[in-house]
């Protein structure tokens, strides 16, 4: 079982809808949750960081984590063609500042 | 509003020769952190250092890898006799060192090494 999975998609979606992206992740000790986006070349950009049971909102993007399950999710609302990249999610490797990426989902928003 | 700055961003180097690859941290943060990211896969965890300390290097390869972050100057990370699989970017973040175990890593724009 890999430590953290991603399904890697892609996921398309209409501009304008609710993208939903998906991360289970292996260990229950985990503390720290990150979403990261990233471009085709470039490097990986954080949009949320979460450590709480519950949601966090930021703009247009909300944090899920529900620790009893081991899952996190990340809701992208009114989706644009810009928010097409690939979503990384990341977990901090128990008592350890190292986070476990897993491989990521890439999202298509179509006009 | 400088952020993680790494370079070069792009380096080639022929089998058998030696890459540096250089990070300097966001001004104020004293933690760094060296990521591997092979084509089509997702990053590896590598290396974490403070200033003049490795912290973790459970990541690294044990031969031929090497990384630093001495107290004046940016972290290196020195791959020598490069060979083919090395090929890869290479991504530094840095972070505060405020929370243990929740600090943000923010990432630097890569260096992508091609070993021909």
């Known amino acids: 079982q890999k430590e953290v999975e991603q399904n890697s998609g892609p996921l398309s979606v209409p501009e304008g809808a609710i993208a939903s992206l998906n991360c289970t992740y292996s260990?229950?000790?985990?503390?720290?949750f990150f979403w990261y986006r990233q471009y085709s070349g470039k490097s990986p950009e954080l949009i949320m960081s979460?450590?709480?049971?519950g949601d966090k909102e930021d703009g247009r993007f909300t944090a899920q984590l529900n620790k009893a399950s081991q899952y996190v999710s990340l809701l992208i609302r009114d989706s644009q063609p810009s928010d097409s990249a690939t979503y990384l999610c990341?977990?901090?490797?128990?008592?350890?500042?190292?986070?476990?990426f897993g491989t990521g989902t890439r999202l298509q928003v179509f006009p | 509003n400088a952020g993680v700055m790494q370079n070069p961003r792009h380096l080639v180097r022929r089998r058998g020769q030696e890459a540096r690859l250089r990070c300097s941290p966001m001004?104020?943060?004293?933690?760094v952190y060296w990521y591997r990211q092979l084509p089509e896969e997702g990053l590896k965890f590598m290396v974490y250092?403070?200033?003049?300390?490795?912290?973790?290097e459970s990541g690294m390869p044990k031969e031929r890898f090497s990384a630093e972050f001495p107290k004046e100057g940016p972290s290196i990370l020195r791959i020598q006799q490069v060979v083919r699989g090395d090929s890869a970017a290479y991504f530094c973040?840095?972070?505060?060192?405020?929370?243990?175990?929740?600090?943000?890593?923010?990432f630097g724009p890569g260096t992508r090494l091609t070993v021909l």
């Open positions: 001004k104020g943060h004293s933690h």
């Open positions: 990341a977990v901090n490797a128990p008592n350890t500042d190292k986070l476990i």
């Open positions: 979460i450590y709480s049971n």
């Open positions: 260990d229950r000790v985990s503390q720290s």
């Open positions: 973040a840095s972070s505060l060192g405020q929370h243990k175990y929740t600090d943000t890593q923010y």
């Open positions: 250092l403070q200033k003049e300390n490795i912290i973790d």
